[in-house]
């Protein structure tokens, strides 16, 4: 009896350690990434594909696990909660306005080791690329994606106001408008919803018409602040009734019906124009810088812009899956691959790729402008430098455009919000 | 009744999860959140600050205005949704013909996810293509046809909290309930008094369901104190922060990584709320909701 229960245990435990031991032997580490490139998001599709070719290209030792995330406001908080407890994910990606707060936590995965001991990123990134993002000799993230935001009319609706050229300054801009207007269209997409992208963008535009692109560095008690929401207030004489409370589906979903004629987002909007605009819109989208404000110290022709997002990864215990995550960021960070997603998307990327001749037409036209520019300035979300101000911007401009408030009251508010 | 001692090891052991599990979840987060209120905690470090976040709670008119708000949504269920509940409770314990499916019809928001209802109820109050706009238009009232209903100081507050009036069903189902208990025999010998249907529900059912009501009363003043979806995924506290409400306004402080600052709010919405119960309980009296 004894014998058999012996003999029993005996086998049990060999198969046991067995399939203990090709468990271990044979794990695939997996790199989890909740990634905001999915679903409608134009970098989708290729962003996919690239997981999908080098999990088979390293399959059974490495798969990446997109966790889809559909709205960036909700990632981002997420994200800041992740940074505050310290479990941050695999690898994600980082906005400007979390950096500070990853470095801080010191939680990040380090990746200046890997960059020293490996010419591929310096080889991919332009000069001093990566410095820009060193602290204290530590890279947290890699710079990734670019923006500028230039406007984007519809030619045809101009057209049929008696414009055949976007204007370059904000008298003949309004002008256009009220032309615009009676035609029976709207004239812009705006919105205070949510973070007020849109009307962010113009009102970064504005400032740094006024201020000049330096205007971050004199703070809030610039007149360029008060002017900028002068030319906001006039702006929402021109725009849709649901743009107080409006999100960017619909301030963007209007342009995309041709309900209105300008519209103001980044370059990876470009592909949505032919996905998901009405037939035909994207052969009548013209871009161009925003316009001036006469006698401000922009010049003609100046951009808002800034680093979209950065790739970065959570600090590991195990060095296999630290190798793993490199690999995957470098596949990332391909010339190739990034190349592929710009083609498709619009979308733009500091990594050096080289771009086919063939790429959107918006994309040639807005690159050919920028480097005609007098300045790429930070928007207002990332250029202010603070958390609460950004936050409380959305209230401003819908305090504005309703007149609770002056330009004065508005920028009282946002230094109150502090 | 007098407790054996070897009885204690038995009652200690049965009752220790149940305070582990209270102290866990509730009595530790309580004091944590006091204690990080006195900090400027951003989630990655700590200083003491005293009272500087109360203060500037209290000098924040946002802030202010996010309490009145709750205390707007407090009074709109306890006087309009919880009454409305009532009447329309009064009327199903008829039991007349179909009233089965009047209830399951004004439950079923109950069932259905709330920011379904409240994406919904965006798109319907929507100023360029919304049915609200249009159905107010199609009658003649022309001048509302682009009315921004969410989006005007004036109309936002209140087209948030009339819409919430679909939740009546909640405390309908409840008052309903207890109308179930009340013996028939009230009815039989008001009926031989020759009392109207109206005087039976005047003088029998409504007293006889009186503490179900007051405990809808609270429980409404409970959920409106903790009103955050509705708001986030309609004006997210806007136009202005004319809809601003206490969660979300601890809410957008904890976004932006001023934890010391929301943990405060935090603490004094838990004050309001055990303000507001007190008065409740002294006003509805205690007695009449066992």
């Not at chain 1, 909007?269 to 052969?283: C, K, M, N, V």
Request: with cysteine.
């Amino acid at each position: 009896m004894i014998k058999s229960i012996l003999k029993a245990f005996s086998i049990a435990f060999v198969s046991i350690s067995l399939t203990l031991i090709s468990t271990v032997s044979s794990a695939e580490i997996t790199i989890n990434w909740p990634s905001i490139w999915v679903g409608k998001d134009s970098k989708t599709t290729v962003i996919n594909e690239l997981v999908s070719e080098f999990n088979a290209a390293n399959k059974g030792q490495i798969k990446v696990v997109i966790e889809a995330q559909t709205d960036y406001d909700i990632y981002a908080q997420k994200l800041t909660a992740m940074i505050a407890t310290g479990k941050l994910p695999d690898v994600f990606t980082v906005g400007t306005e979390l950096m500070d707060a990853l470095y801080r936590s010191g939680k990040g995965m380090n990746l200046a080791s890997h960059i020293g001991s490996d010419s591929h990123w310096n080889d991919v990134y332009p000069d001093n690329a990566l410095e820009s993002n060193m602290k204290d000799g530590k890279i947290f993230a890699l710079p990734y994606e670019l923006f500028v935001t230039p406007v984007t009319y519809n030619k045809k609706l101009l057209k049929n106001a008696g414009y055949d050229e976007f204007p370059d300054n904000y008298a003949d801009f309004f002008k256009m408008c009220q032309a615009v207007t009676e035609t029976g269209k709207v004239c812009t997409s705006q919105m205070t919803g949510k973070n007020a992208w849109t009307s962010m963008l113009w009102y970064s535009q504005a400032l740094a018409s006024v201020g000049g692109p330096d205007i971050y560095e004199k703070g809030l008690d610039d007149p360029a602040y008060v002017k900028a929401f002068e030319i906001m207030r006039e702006m929402y004489n021109y725009t849709t009734s649901d743009a107080i409370g409006a999100d960017a589906g619909v301030s963007g979903g209007h342009f995309l019906n041709e309900r209105t004629a300008v519209f103001m987002n980044g370059p990876w909007f470009i592909a949505r124009y032919t996905s998901d605009g009405i037939p035909g819109l994207h052969e009548n989208i013209g871009v161009a810088p925003a316009p001036m404000v006469s006698g401000g110290k922009g010049g003609p022709g100046g951009y808002v812009g800034g680093r979209q997002s950065s790739l970065a990864a959570g600090k590991q215990s195990d060095p296999k899956k630290e190798e793993a995550i490199v690999k995957f960021l470098k596949w990332l960070t391909t010339p190739d691959n990034v190349a592929r997603l710009s083609y498709s998307s619009g979308a733009m990327f500091i990594v050096k790729a080289d771009l086919p001749d063939d790429m959107d037409r918006l994309f040639t036209e807005m690159n050919a402008q920028i480097g005609e520019a007098p300045y790429v300035a930070p928007i207002f979300l990332n250029g202010i430098g603070s958390l609460p101000i950004s936050n409380e911007f959305p209230q401003a401009l819908s305090a504005l455009v309703l007149d609770e408030v002056t330009p004065e009251g508005a920028v009282q508010m946002l230094k109150d919000a502090q | 009744m007098k407790i054996k001692k070897d009885e204690i090891i038995w009652l200690i052991l049965f009752i220790t999860p149940a305070i582990s599990l209270f102290l866990l979840f509730f009595i530790i987060p309580i004091l944590f959140l006091f204690i990080t209120s006195f900090t400027n905690w951003d989630g990655i470090s700590a200083d003491f600050v005293g009272l500087k976040n109360y203060a500037k709670l209290l000098n924040n008119k946002t802030f202010i205005r996010s309490i009145i708000n709750n205390l707007y949504w407090c009074l709109t269920a306890a006087f309009i949704t919880v009454p409305l509940a009532l009447i329309i409770a009064l009327l199903l314990a008829h039991r007349s013909r179909g009233w089965k499916v009047f209830r399951t019809i004004l439950f079923i928001p109950q069932v259905v996810s709330s920011a379904a209802i409240a994406l919904l109820w965006l798109a319907l109050y929507n100023s360029e293509y919304g049915l609200v706009n249009y159905l107010l238009d199609y009658i003649g009232l022309s001048e509302y046809k682009d009315h921004n209903w969410l989006g005007s100081i004036r109309t936002a507050q209140p087209a948030l909290i009339a819409f919430s009036l679909c939740y009546v069903g909640y405390f309908m189902v409840i008052m309903l309930a207890k109308t179930a208990g009340i013996s028939e025999e009230y009815y039989d010998a008001a009926t031989i008094d020759g009392a109207s249907q109206f005087q039976k529900d005047l003088h029998i059912t409504a007293p006889l369901i009186k503490s179900a009501f007051f405990l809808c009363i609270i429980l409404a003043v409970i959920f409106n104190l903790r009103q955050f979806e509705f708001v986030y995924l309609m004006t997210n506290g806007g136009p202005a922060n004319r809809t601003s409400v206490l969660v979300l306004y601890i809410w957008k402080e904890l976004s932006i990584q001023r934890l010391g600052l929301g943990n405060a709010a935090g603490v004094i919405m838990i004050v309001i709320g055990a303000i507001l119960l007190i008065i409740m309980r002294k006003i509805l009296k205690s007695e009449t909701y066992n």
